[in-house]
């Protein structure tokens, strides 16, 4: 009698919001909770807007060699451009217009989005990093 093996596992994909990426490439003490995400880049969804407010901000703080070496570390994901599906599906999220975007992405990427900014906190399919009160 052979034997089945069972299906291997698909890793569950992650969308990281653009805070996340910011810890991870200032190095911060909050990086290593970010770093099994990045450990695994073919699991990683990533809007085009976030790399938009990534580069950008990385751009205009560290200057264009680190920008683009996130936009190389980025780019190893699969990258998700907007188009009017996601649009609209962003439209039914009461947030701000970037993150009705990358919380869109996300969903419909049935890919979990890990994110440190609060308004996100209890959504379904997100996984919140509480930063500590000052």
Not at 12 to 29: I, K, N, P
Not at 81 to 87: I, K, S
């Given at each position: ?27 911060t003490d909050r990086a290593a909770h970010f770093a099994p995400a990045l450990a695994a880049p073919a699991t ?91």
């Amino acid at each position: 009698m052979a034997t089945r093996r069972a299906p291997a596992r698909r890793a569950a994909a992650v969308v990281l919001d653009s805070s996340c990426w910011l810890e991870f490439f200032a190095d911060t003490d909050r990086a290593a909770h970010f770093a099994p995400a990045l450990a695994a880049p073919a699991t990683l969804v990533v809007p085009v807007l976030t790399i938009y407010e990534v580069v950008k901000k990385l751009a205009r703080e560290a200057g264009d060699e680190v920008a683009s070496q996130a936009l190389t570390l980025m780019q190893q994901g699969r990258v998700i451009e907007l188009d009017l599906p996601l649009v609209l599906a962003a439209t039914r999220h009461a947030l701000p217009l970037a993150d009705s975007l990358i919380y869109a992405t996300a969903l419909a990427h049935q890919a979990e989005l890990w994110t440190q900014d609060a308004h996100f906190e209890g959504l379904p399919g997100v996984r919140y990093f509480a930063k500590a009160q000052a």
